[in-house]
């Protein structure tokens, strides 16, 4: 059965702890569960988890579980409103290089993935030789 504010209960005290939340995902399972993803910047990373294990308490969560060693790469453009593909050129890209994407997140002009912080420098690099942005 779903339960109106839970976000909110989850939310209201990462704020509250003056902590920016980035990138929201939520997805129901089968059976009816919700995972709810959030990315905080690293220096908030142990703050935001033991807000998270004390909401987790209070709404009878399953787990909470939290990785600082990510990183957020994206794609960021207003003309990919009017050009199919860049999703799957940034895919592809990523992908020939074995970097594994965790999460993805899109709206009409950004792209973004969540991908092992030690694929960083390799995934920006090989993005831009991707879309042509490298300098000549």
């Not at 009816?32 to 998270?52: K, N």
């Not at 990183?71 to 453009?77: C, Q, T």
């Not at 993805?104 to 879309?131: P, Q």
């Amino acid at each position: 059965m779903e339960t109106p504010g839970i976000a909110a209960k989850i939310f209201s005290p990462i704020a509250e702890a003056g902590i920016v939340v980035d990138m929201i995902i939520q997805n129901t399972r089968a059976g009816g569960q919700t995972d709810l993803t959030f990315t905080v910047p690293r220096e908030s990373h142990q703050v935001a988890m033991a807000i998270g294990q004390k909401v987790a308490q209070e709404i009878n969560a399953e787990a909470v579980i939290g990785d600082p060693n990510i990183a957020k790469v994206s794609v960021i453009g207003v003309g990919m409103k009017n050009h199919s593909g860049v999703a799957s050129i940034m895919f592809n890209t990523l992908a020939k290089e074995n970097i594994n994407i965790a999460m993805i997140s899109t709206s009409e002009i950004r792209i973004s993935c969540i991908v092992e912080e030690k694929y960083t420098e390799l995934a920006v690099r090989v993005l831009h030789t991707a879309f042509g942005l490298d300098a000549e």
